[in-house]
C-alpha cells in the first residue's frame, strides 16, 4: 500500500522560517515531489527529490531521506503571500512509476 | 506560453446526469493525467494517458467514469449517472514525458452534483 502523512494545518509569523514535513510509505520509490495550491488555485510545482540530501530555491528549500522515507520543505523569509496549501507527492514504481500519489496538504497560514 | 486549459471551470449538474470535462494540455507534452481533489482529501489519482499506449485507468473509481484522449492531445473525462459523492475539483496535469517529469496542472474543474 500507499501512505503520504503531513501535519494538516501550520501557522507560522512573517518573516520567519517554517518547515512542513511529509513520511510515506510505498512499495516502491521513484521521487518525491513539493506542490503549493492556493484557495482554488492549480497545484503549483515547487521542488523535485529523487536523491538523498537538500535541495534549495531561493526562499524553499526541500530534503528528502529515502532511507527514512521522510521529507521536509523548508520556506524562509515568509511572507503573507506563502499562505497556501503544500502537497507533498510521492512517484511510486507501483503505478509504472509515473501517477503520483499525495498527501492531504498542509494549510500554511502565514500571519503579521 | 500556455498552460493546460481546462472547461468548464465550474459545473452544477443534476444527480443521475452525465457530464463531460474537458482538458488541453501543454503543446508537446505526451503524458496526461487526469486527478480529483475531494473536500478535505488529497488529490486522487483517476487515469494516465502516455502518447499512443493504452492508458491507465487504475484509479477510476467505477465504470461510470471514463476518459479518452484524441489525436494524443485534448483528453476528455466523462461521468456518467453522476451521484453526488462525484462532487469534487478535477484536475487535469500534463508532462513532456512520462519518466521523472514535472506535472503541470491546469485550473481544474469544480464539480457539484445536486
Known amino acids: 500500500g500507499q501512505n503520504i502523512d503531513q501535519p494538516t494545518e501550520m501557522t507560522a509569523t512573517e518573516g520567519a522560517i517554517v518547515q512542513i514535513n511529509c513520511t510515506y510509505q510505498?512499495?516502491?520509490?521513484?521521487?518525491l515531489f513539493w506542490y503549493q495550491q492556493h484557495a482554488g488555485e492549480a497545484p503549483t510545482f515547487l521542488s523535485y527529490n529523487v536523491l538523498d540530501g537538500l535541495e534549495e530555491k531561493g526562499r524553499f528549500s526541500s530534503f528528502l531521506s529515502r532511507s527514512k522515507g521522510y521529507s521536509y520543505l523548508l520556506l524562509k523569509e515568509l511572507q503573507m503571500k506563502d499562505s497556501a496549501s503544500y502537497l507533498c507527492a510521492v512517484r511510486s514504481r507501483d503505478k509504472g512509476g509515473t501517477p503520483l500519489v499525495f498527501g492531504k496538504g498542509t494549510r500554511l497560514s502565514v500571519i503579521a | 506560453g500556455a498552460g493546460v486549459s481546462q472547461s468548464p471551470s465550474n459545473k452544477v449538474t443534476e444527480k443521475g446526469k452525465d457530464v463531460e470535462l474537458r482538458c488541453d494540455p501543454i503543446?508537446?507534452?505526451?503524458?496526461l493525467y487526469w486527478y480529483r481533489q475531494s473536500l478535505g482529501q488529497g488529490l486522487e489519482f483517476l487515469i494516465y494517458?502516455?502518447?499512443?499506449?493504452?492508458?491507465?485507468k487504475s484509479g477510476l473509481p467505477s465504470d461510470r467514469f471514463s476518459a479518452e484522449r484524441t489525436g494524443g492531445s485534448v483528453s476528455t473525462l466523462t461521468i456518467q449517472r453522476t451521484q453526488q459523492e462525484d462532487s469534487a475539483v478535477y484536475l487535469c496535469?500534463?508532462?513532456?514525458?512520462?519518466?521523472?517529469?514535472?506535472?503541470?496542472f491546469g485550473p481544474g474543474t469544480r464539480l457539484l452534483v445536486l
Open positions: 510505498t512499495s516502491g520509490f521513484n521521487g
Open positions: 494517458f502516455q502518447g499512443n499506449s493504452a492508458p491507465d
Open positions: 496535469a500534463s508532462s513532456p514525458s512520462s519518466f521523472q517529469e514535472t506535472q503541470y
Open positions: 503543446s508537446g507534452h505526451t503524458a
